[in-house]
């Protein structure tokens, strides 16, 4: 406890003083403009007692209360810190500007439920939020970040949990949306007034117009087929490049290189042209033909991984009378099994998510679509307003296989990236 003290009281001490003034900074900014109103400018403080003695109610009233009592604890906090000065002090300090950061800054998002539930304003927008918001939000988290420092807790701490918020709003927002009970496109709010699975059940009911069922069986069999099929493709071309040597090697290796450089999409059209020649346009068989046909260019990575294990083990079992396929199959598989695991998510992924193509392929043969074709054909503008809530619920039914399995396979499939044989 003395060290803690003597380390703030010497290298730090500039950052506890700082932080202490930003501090109490961002404790005025709550009595200074936060909302921009056609009748006038309004403090939080002045909008929570306002919410007070109001009859209305919203849980979004929430956010704007935390706002005030974390600000002004943490203020409390900062002014304690400067007579004692410990390191319990200091990290409860911590966790409450960090709630008061956060609370202020969910306070942006729901500003607009707020002053719509209260009849402050019908049309307020974010652009309406006055400096005193912004003092507020920006000086919780630069005190934020200055205790931080003075705690010797790693700052990055804040840029990763920003990073993680950005990343799961997009996904946090459509799995709320799945459960919506209200219908429509757009609505001016995040958490739904009411929760519902029907959007789930309605996927998949006989009377449903949707014929999500097929589209994901359709999804399932082409995805599975791929898999096995450009897995092993896959895996064979790879061996053969990574451990023999012919004629043409290198040259063979660069044209699929360069090939591998242009879009996909290029070849489309004259892909589908050739399937409607040889009769297989608007089947599923054509895209994991299709698949199949180019799954050899995915060959870096495997072969990048077989390079890394010991050509003396193949030279051993050689000695002892094996053939190059009992080699790859008992000898090299085995050793494998990271690489393996990485190109069967890979190939599952991509037939699994493929919208281009197969959007190309089945045109308006709706049995045949897969599941990124269907809700996609469900975002239309003639549909979207009625179907959009099954559309975010089939959106999740689609996630969740690929979630699953990435899970349960993640600690091979970062082995496989990185190239390592163990043992």
């Known amino acids: 406890m003395g060290n803690f003290r003597k380390t703030v009281i010497g290298l730090n001490l500039k950052n506890h003083l700082k932080a202490v003034i930003v501090a109490l900074v961002a404790f005025v900014a709550l009595f200074l403009p936060y909302m921009n109103l056609e009748e006038g400018k309004r403090s939080v403080v002045g909008v929570a007692l306002e919410l007070l003695g109001g009859s209305s109610a919203s849980k979004a009233y929430v956010f704007i209360y935390g706002t005030i009592v974390f600000t002004f604890v943490a203020a409390v906090m900062a002014v304690v810190s400067v007579f004692k000065t410990n390191e319990k002090v200091m990290k409860c300090w911590q966790v409450l500007q960090a709630l008061a950061t956060i609370f202020s800054g969910l306070l942006m998002f729901s500003t607009r439920t707020i002053a719509k539930a209260s009849g402050l304003s019908n049309n307020f927008l974010n652009k309406d939020l006055s400096f005193g918001y912004w003092i507020l939000f920006v000086g919780s988290l630069v005190t934020l970040v200055l205790v931080m420092s003075v705690t010797k807790t790693n700052v990055g701490y804040i840029a990763l949990t920003v990073l993680g918020v950005i990343w799961l709003f997009p996904i946090l927002w459509i799995v709320l949306t799945a459960f919506r009970a209200e219908q429509g496109y757009y609505v001016g709010y995040f958490i739904p007034k009411g929760f519902t699975f029907d959007n789930f059940i309605n996927l998949f009911t006989n009377n449903s117009v949707l014929p999500f069922a097929r589209w994901w069986c359709n999804t399932l069999i082409v995805a599975l087929c791929s898999c096995v099929i450009n897995t092993l493709i896959v895996l064979m071309t790879s061996y053969v490049l990574s451990r023999t040597r012919f004629a043409g090697r290198k040259a063979f290796m660069n044209i699929l290189m360069i090939i591998g450089m242009f879009p996909g999409f290029m070849s489309l059209i004259a892909v589908y042209n050739i399937l409607k020649g040889i009769g297989l346009n608007q089947s599923l068989l054509a895209l994991i033909v299709v698949g199949a046909a180019g799954a050899a260019m995915g060959y870096h990575v495997s072969k990048g991984f077989f390079d890394t294990i010991p050509k003396a083990i193949d030279e051993a079992a050689i000695i002892d009378g094996a053939s190059r396929l009992q080699i790859f199959l008992h000898v090299t598989l085995p050793l494998s099994k990271s690489i393996i695991v990485y190109t069967v998510l890979g190939s599952f992924l991509g037939a699994w998510s493929d919208y281009i193509f197969p959007s190309m392929l089945f045109g308006d ?34 996630a969740l296989p690929i979630v699953i399995l990435f899970v349960w396979l993640q600690r091979f499939y970062v082995e496989g990236l990185s190239g390592s044989v163990k043992g």
């Open 365 to 398: 043969k709706q049995s045949s679509y897969t599941v990124a074709v269907g809700l996609y054909w469900l975002t239309d503008f003639k549909r979207i307003d009625t179907y959009y809530t099954q559309f975010a619920a089939g959106a999740v039914i689609v």
